[in-house]
């Protein structure tokens, strides 16, 4: 998740905003706002921990999707629609990759045309590496909440995702 500015509107910007449109519900955009503030800061933290590994969550995102396509590996336009991102992405995701070792490009044997990407060992062992960091990290940042506030954060999540238009 990439956040335009490094500094977001604090609460007084917000109280402030008010002048400008007084019909709005500022308390939901003051909320609006804490939440982009907080994702921005846990995005901040995660990406640092990533980058001990050399790995962004893009780069994390492709070897996670191909670790778990097994060892058949995965066309680059399969990675691109899993992933939820453009074919170009991916290309340029998958010529880092590779030129760190990380991956593999294979043509398929029938078909000339046809790119299979897989996992080397460095990069599976990187993954292997990395999974235990990474998950021990995020698993911090929510460490002072209990069981039933983890749920309640979910529930709250859902409902705010609930009222999302959804994308095209």
Known sequence: MEFPFRKLPNRQNVRQA??????????KVEACVVCFRKMSEVHQALAANLSR????????????????????????????????????TVTGLLDGLEKDGLVERIKHPDDRRVLYVHLTKKGRDLVAAARPTHLKRVASLLGSL???????????MDKIGAGSPPTA
């Not at 070897?63 to 680059?76: E, H, K, Q, R, V």
């Open 146 to 156: 209990t069981e039933p506030e983890l749920q309640q954060l979910m529930a709250l």
């Open 18 to 27: 008010t002048d400008f449109v007084p019909e709005a519900d500022m308390s």
């Open 53 to 88: 590994f050399g790995l962004s969550f893009a780069r994390l995102g492709i070897l996670a999707m191909l670790l778990s396509g097994g060892d058949a590996g995965m066309t680059p336009s399969g990675l691109a629609d899993e992933g939820g991102i453009t074919r170009a």
